[in-house]
């Protein structure tokens, strides 16, 4: 089987690509510059010479500069939204099955338990909205599209707020994290594998939720990684001070609880994710490597 994954140079990208690559998958991955997918003219021409050649299509493209898109509605909306209606007919028109990412951001937070696939949507920020207009066009495309909700990613490649704590433990003695928002930190090779079991399994086309298992503020989270450093690699002088989100004045309103159920893709018989506490202990053996200590 051969599968095109859009986007292999962002965060989820790069390690979907791995992980398909390392179990023997043919994938093509066309960077931003060979194929710009608001660029109408070129995404038509890439389907009309390749798009008999694949039969999955998995789009990890996303405008995902959640504050900047609250004075960018237009570019957010371009690449959310425009680009993905176009690529979602195409794949539909030569029968290939999509599946798109989008985000926990589709709610509005005010939820105190898990948000299921039949919870109403309701975006609180310009980029949650333009990501739930692209499911829309996702889902009026084809009944057999897949949309992939997921939240809170961390990995390898690009930012995430556990590089970024892990890097403070060698270099600060203290971080301020948020408490009073909460949602599932996702492993992004966690995700990976379980992608490819979604496509392995040829799951029923909708929308599914597919993230970490555990809901947690950042707060938690960090001093959850913290202790586990200490466990792993040994004692560290480091303060983490809760804060509340209002403290930041971050342009874009974050939904204070997003944290998503993943029954549904259970129930289709795609097993649930690894333990945070697993996720983040392998996580920080493979940032022991790359980062400067
Ligand atoms: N990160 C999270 O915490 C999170 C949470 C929930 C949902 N999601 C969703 O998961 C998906 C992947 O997110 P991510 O964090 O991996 O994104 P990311 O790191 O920002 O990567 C985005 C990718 O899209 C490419 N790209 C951007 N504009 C493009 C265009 N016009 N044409 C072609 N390629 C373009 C980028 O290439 P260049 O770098 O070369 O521009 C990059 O490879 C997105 O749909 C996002 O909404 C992410």
Known sequence: MKILILGATGLLGYELKNTFLAKGYDVLTPSHDSLDITDSNKLLEYFECEGGKFQWCINCVGYTKVDLAEKKYDDAKSINVTAVEQLAALCAKYKIRMLHFSTDFVFDGKKSSLYTEEDGTNPINVYGKTKLLGEEKVLESSS?????????????????????????????????????????????????SRIMLIIEKDIPGGIYHVSGEECLSRYDAAIRMKNIYI?????????????????WNAPAQRPQNSSLSNKKLLGVGVSGSMSFDVCITEYMKKLRSMVKT
């Open 231 to 247: 466990r792993e690699f040994g004692d560290i002088n480091f303060h983490i001070i809760p804060v509340l989100e209002s403290k």
């Open 144 to 192: 057999k599209h897949i949309i992939a909700r997921t939240s809170f990613l961390y990995g390898k490649n690009g930012p995430s707020f556990f590089k970024t704590l892990f890097e403070k433990f060698h270099h600060q003695d203290e971080f301020e994290a948020v408490e009073d928002i909460r949602s599932c930190p996702t492993y992004a090779p966690d995700l990976a």
